[in-house]
């Protein structure tokens, strides 16, 4: 099993622009979890699915921010429009029962 | 609400002694407690978990670490610590009404020669 997959590593991009952030979970697992990592908030779920349905998006931190889950294999995190402040560090989870799998990550820096 | 703490930022340990990476939680009913541990630019990787049973769970790398359930502690735990061991910890405890894993702020373990 190759793991959550995310793609890509890292991003940098003009204030403004649209990110896509990409994630590939593990196969069978049937929940996707959004965090992001920064030095001062630590690392904040920002929205997750079960079942490719989401349950709680109240970590979303405004409505620049935007997530879906066509299929059980993708998921999205959209950015649009970026701002300087959205710089962080994006996992995607996914899980089954009570296992869970992270992904490197992406690095997105806004400039 | 459930909820993590660390209360350590920092804990630096000499290589070859002991070394703990403090963590108290908050649930209401039997919790799902997990370690993870993060190296510098990389992703979170998965140390160990308690669901049930044994109090002392035995993890990756020769950590483990005991569940207290009157002390609602979940101390990280390893005999002799090594350089290679330096990195961000962090402890979790799943939301059992949603399945998500609430992070504590994590504590950043460094480990001199």
């Known amino acids: 099993d190759a793991g959550v997959i995310q793609s890509p590593r890292h991003e940098v991009t003009e204030m403004g622009q649209e990110v896509t952030l990409r994630c590939k979970p593990i196969s069978g697992h049937n929940s996707l979890f959004w965090y992001r990592q920064t030095m001062m908030r630590g690392l904040e779920l920002l929205i997750y699915f079960n079942n490719n349905v989401p349950i709680d998006d109240s970590g979303m931190p405004e409505d620049r921010f935007s997530a879906k889950m066509p299929n059980a294999s993708f998921s999205t995190l959209k950015i649009q429009p970026s701002e300087p402040r959205d710089s962080a560090v994006y996992f995607c989870a996914s899980s089954l029962i009570s296992g869970f799998a992270f992904g490197s990550g992406t690095r997105l820096t806004v400039v | 609400a459930q909820s993590v703490a660390q209360p350590e930022d920092q804990v630096n340990v000499a290589e070859g002694n002991p070394l703990t990476v403090k963590c108290t939680y908050s649930?209401?009913?039997?919790?799902?407690l997990f370690w993870y541990v993060q190296y510098p630019n990389r992703g979170l990787q998965f140390l160990l978990k308690?669901?049930?049973?044994?109090?002392l769970v035995k993890g990756s790398y020769g950590f483990e670490a005991e569940f207290n359930k009157s002390q609602t502690s979940f101390h990280l735990k390893k005999p002799s610590a090594l350089v290679s061991d330096s990195a961000l910890y962090f402890c979790a405890v799943r939301d059992i009404y949603g399945g998500k894993l609430i992070f504590g702020q994590g504590t950043e373990l460094s480990v001199k020669p």
């Open positions: 308690y669901i049930t049973g044994d109090n």
């Open positions: 649930v209401s009913g039997n919790p799902y």
